[in-house]
């Protein structure tokens, strides 16, 4: 029998990335009584990570539970980069209603569609918060009409199209039904959670079913299944039976050992939970997300949506320039294999694949942000191992036509750098499928473009635009292939020799591009010490010293001016890099080198690739 379980909501919180996710959650906390009176609480408290914390973004959802009126709210805080994806798709499996979180200046985003559609496909409750309602620029009646135009392009039924709309300050602690209200606290969004999300419901006589939505990882306890229980009830040292719907060959007992519920930002033991209660279940090696934990006299596994497949993938390999090993704490293949194993623990959108070489291994992700974060992650833990350039991930269709993955590129740029910005992603075979005037006065464009077209072109936008363009990108769809784009009109500096970087060898070569080390740096024949000028590669000695000679003028020996160097990014590092270059990566330094050392053997590399074009 089929009961409800009103003391329950378990929402989702969906937005476009910065449009204050985090920040509400902070606030929601904050307001149930989570947080002492007295204590000091961190801003963007969910983003627990490093990363999270420096980037402003977030990387993985997060579980938590409130406490409002005797009902258990439980929210999931997702991220809103397209790159984790991945990480909303499924969560989204363990709610009821979701909170569509919309600044009040910027309207709906790219991401804000994708994010939404989703929740829609899975026939979800939805609450409208219109968030940043007291910044200056704010607009908040053109994007409540902006947002339900959205919803009538997605195809929402009248049901969700009468979406209540809530005004909100995450950052101030308020929200008002309308916008000529008192500006209190956060009553008003969470006694709308109660009223317009549903409460779950299952059957408590059934047999047992859990659907694992998200993985966590600790040290001390291995893996933690998190997820909603569906029917029936799940306890402590009670058997199940380990399923997966898209895999019907697993099969496995397994024994409950640890429960765990959440309140506020910890997890609490309990012995039992019920119907719609989201659980985490530690001792279970082999759990995975969307394995079903069932009752073992009636195993039936829950159907779960097949994540969305990676489309951009880059090598990981072994280090092995003349400075390896210098300050990485793992270096060898077996670490770097251990580690990218390991992450598929946690990252349902990752693939990693042995190659060929012992010393390889081919990761694929969801875009250039996923494995910047990965490799920065890494790297932080003391890693050391080299990446190739970015390559997207080719289909074949049945006729064996190439096709490649598509990007919807959704760019906003004032009006002086259109043009531009029109012609640089015209050259990467970027089609302009819409121009419009937005409300700040910005050209906003719409590009189909090739995911390949994006890959290192962010930095030079920043760069056309003079910082003031946003871009935002969406996987689309794959489409025939589009033709050869070259990735950099510039060829590198490369250094001649081993050894250190002096004063006099960098000024020398100053004058034939752009540098990125500075004196006393080593370097290594074959290292790429600097951008050409020109579409060649030029080999030059920088560690060449002024020789002394016995005639010599005072005015001789004047001091040298070195123009700075670019000191590169991770992310504009792994943009520079083209196809015949790796990026070493330590924990102290970032490199860029060719994948052959060796001018001679380089040369021979390069004459036999440009045959196989022709």
Known sequence: MQITRNDIRNVAIIAHVDHGKTTLVDELLKQSGVFRENQEVAERVMDSNDLERERGITILSKNTAVFYKDTKINIIDTPGHADFGGEVERVLKMVNGVILLVDAFEGPMPQTKFVLRKALELDLKVIVCINKVDRPEARPDEVVDEVLELLMDLDATDEQLDAPFIYASAKKGWAVNDLDDERINMTPLFEAILKYIPAPTGDPDAGTQVLISTIDYNEYVGRIGVGKVDNGRIAVNQEVMLLNHHDPEKKKKVKI?????????????????????????????????????????????????????????????????????????????????????????????????????????????????????????????????????????????????????????????????????????????????????????????????????LIGFRGNFLTMTKGTGIMNTIFDDYAPYKGDIAYRKLGSLIAFEAGEAVTYGLFQAQQRGMLFIQPGEKVYAGMVIGQCAKPEDIELNVCKTKHLTNTRSSSADEALTLTPPKILSLEEALEFIDTDELLEVTPDDLRIRKKELDPRLRKRAAMSAAAKNE
């Open 257 to 453: 050992s640890k429960l765990y519920e959440f309140d506020g930002l910890n997890k609490v033991d309990v012995r039992e939970a019920g119907v719609g209660s989201i659980v985490a279940i530690s001792g279970i090696s082999e759990i995975h997300i969307g394995d079903t934990l069932c009752d073992p006299e009636d195993p039936k596994p829950i159907p779960f949506q097949k994540i969305s497949e990676p489309t951009i993938s880059m090598n990981f390999c072994v280090n092995d320039s003349p400075l390896a090993g210098q300050s990485g704490k793992y270096v060898t293949s077996r670490h770097i294999r251990d580690r990218l194993f390991r992450e598929l623990n946690t990252d349902v959108s990752l693939r990693v694949e042995e190659t060929d070489s012992a010393d390889t291994f081919k990761v694929s992700g969801r875009g250039e942000l996923h494995l910047s974060v990965l490799i920065e992650t890494m790297r932080r833990e003391g890693y050391e191992f080299a990446v190739s350039k970015a390559e997207v991930i080719y289909k074949y269709d049945d006729k064996g036509k190439k096709l490649e993955p598509m990007e919807l590129a959704y760019i906003d740029v004032p009006e002086e750098f259109a043009g531009t910005v029109i012609s640089a992603l015209s050259e990467r075979k970027g089609e302009l499928q819409n121009m419009s005037i937005g409300s700040d006065g910005n050209n906003r464009l719409e590009f189909s473009i090739p995911a390949r077209g």
